[in-house]
């Protein structure tokens, strides 16, 4: 596990000349001013929100400003995956262009990874890059997407297709605002939470099995705890491999199979990114299990600390269904890493024990998901 984190914590992304810090406390907005007014060369800053989270927390970011002497240049989409487009990009940058904003403004992004994705495209392309900093408001984006530099919009050949890889300059996760967050969301950042004890700790995975209740009450300590550890987790492994050509490839632990099961259901808000993730976990647990490279009771394990938040781990439950092998295994050969019928997958070898397997049979597979789906 992460060493002692200090509350509030902070949470280093070493990068070289594009280190940054990410940190996380309650009440951080109303300090936002002061930390971003060292950033910004102009006595101001643009903000991207959507609507909802800009009705929330827009008021209280621009008095945190203000009082930092910056004025707020604020612009709000439309919630949803739909602003994640190429239109609505064109439409933030004519913004910023006709704004005057320059290379040495500040653009934060403020809201979830639909906004943080959008922002950060928009901050990598604008003048060929300006200063960003991301105020994620989900737990999703605070624990994943905020961090690590992959910005995107999606095309209508896919999700993320047309992106880049844009380091912002600062996070600030205000563990106080995931109070307003729906809990389907809440939910589904959590399942991204427990990826990160999955992937390589252990130690994480079983404190979450003791305090995991108290995350997803959002009680400040555990709170904070689990989205410090989840940061570091995530940070080690980008400062390793920032543009995933190895161990980055960890953090898809879950999401071939959920992406799989996302593409299904056509994307639809009926099946959230986490709740997808949190089923292709429980699938991918198993099927290493199959495999004879993991104890079967502790991928029972993993199901139960999932189940146990409220998220679902079978098939046959799972919101947007049903999800037939076939369908499955076909949107899996999209991967845009499958090759000659076999695909890369992220199984393990134990609770904490991921590992790459770079060539999954996805006829195997598909035997895998017939029998999930008859045992129901
Ligand atoms: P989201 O941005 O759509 O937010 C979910 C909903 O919650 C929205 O309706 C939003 O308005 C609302 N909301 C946000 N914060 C709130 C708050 N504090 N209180 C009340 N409502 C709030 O969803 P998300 O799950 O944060 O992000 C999903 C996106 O993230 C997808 O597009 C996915 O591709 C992307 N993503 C990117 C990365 C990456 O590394 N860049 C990683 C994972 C996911
Ligand atoms: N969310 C996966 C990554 O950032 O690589």
Not at 31 to 56: E, M, N, S, W
Not at 203 to 231: I, M, R, Y
Not at 266 to 281: D, N, Q, R, W, Y
Not at 343 to 348: D, E, N, R, S, T
Request: charged share 20%; glycine share 12%.
């Amino acid at each position: 596990m992460a060493d002692t984190l200090t509350s509030p914590h902070t949470v280093r992304v070493e990068l070289g000349e594009r280190s940054y810090d990410i940190l996380i406390g309650s009440a951080l907005l109303s300090k936002a001013g002061d930390h971003i007014a060292p950033l910004a060369k102009q006595p101001r800053a643009f903000v991207l929100t959507d609507g909802t989270v800009g009705g929330l927390y827009a008021g209280a970011l621009e008095d945190s400003l203000r009082a930092a002497g910056l004025t707020l240049h604020l612009k709000a989409v439309s919630d949803g995956e739909g602003s994640k487009s190429w239109d609505t990009l064109g439409g933030v940058l004519d913004w910023l262009l006709a704004e005057g904003a320059g290379r040495d403004d500040v653009l934060v992004a403020l809201g979830g990874g639909i906004v943080g994705d959008l922002t950060g495209l928009a901050a990598a392309l604008m003048k060929r890059g300006m200063k960003f900093v991301q105020v994620p408001t989900t737990l999703l984006a605070q624990v994943d997407s905020s961090v690590g530099g992959k910005t995107a919009v999606n095309a209508s050949q896919g999700k993320n297709l047309i992106g880049a890889f844009y380091q912002p300059q600062l996070v600030l996760a205000d563990t106080s605002v995931l109070s307003t967050l729906p809990e389907r969301e809440r939910l589904a950042g959590y399942a991204e939470i427990v990826k990160y004890a999955l992937i390589d700790d252990a130690d994480f995975f079983h404190w979450l099995e003791q305090n995991g209740a108290d995350v997803v009450a959002l009680e400040p300590d555990a709170l904070g705890h689990a989205v410090a550890v989840s940061c570091a987790a995530k940070a080690r492994i980008v400062s390793q491999d920032e543009r995933e050509s190895g161990v980055r490839a960890l953090l898809n632990l879950g999401h071939t199979f959920g992406h799989a099961l996302e593409a299904a259901n056509g994307f639809k808000p009926s099946l959230l990114h986490g709740e997808a993730v949190a089923a292709g976990m429980a699938l991918a647990l198993r099927y290493s299990v199959r495999q004879g490279l993991m104890d079967g009771q502790d991928a029972q394990r993993a199901s139960q600390l999932l189940e146990s938040a409220g998220l679902v781990t079978h098939l046959s439950r799972l919101p947007g269904g049903p999800y037939p092998a076939d369908f499955l295994v076909d949107a899996m050969k999209q991967d845009k890493k499958a090759r000659a019928g076999r695909v890369p997958l992220i199984l393990a070898r134990g609770l904490g024990r991921a590992f790459i397997k770079p060539d999954a049979d996805l006829s195997d597979v598909r035997d895998f998901l017939q029998e999930e789906l008859q045992q129901g």
